[in-house]
């Protein structure tokens, strides 16, 4: 007969490995700084070749306002158009990861305030 133990720490890690542990805002900002500045600006208000592909201007209240939290977060994971225009973040980013970057770093954007860690 076969211990259930054995089989324990086996799924513990792999349960560990599918839910990484949350990000900080910090290491939020820092993933930012990392993989967003180039289109969309270290202050958030998008580059001149970020502005060429879509990107938002996060600075821009009004046009912030027609589009909700989780519709942000599920575009940074999903991405835009295959990755084309925007990469999809789904494997660097959970989801609550991408909540909290849209909440505490996107809608928190001011122009002319570098977005940093």
Known sequence: MRSPFLLSPFILCTGLLANPPAKTVA???SFYAASCVKCH?????ATADGKKLGGRD???AAKNAKETDADMAKTIRKGIFFGTVMPAFKDRLSEEDALLLVKEIVRKAEKGKVIAP
């Open 27 to 29: 290491e939020l900002k």
């Open 58 to 60: 996060f600075t821009d």
């Open 41 to 45: 600006g270290a202050d958030g208000s």
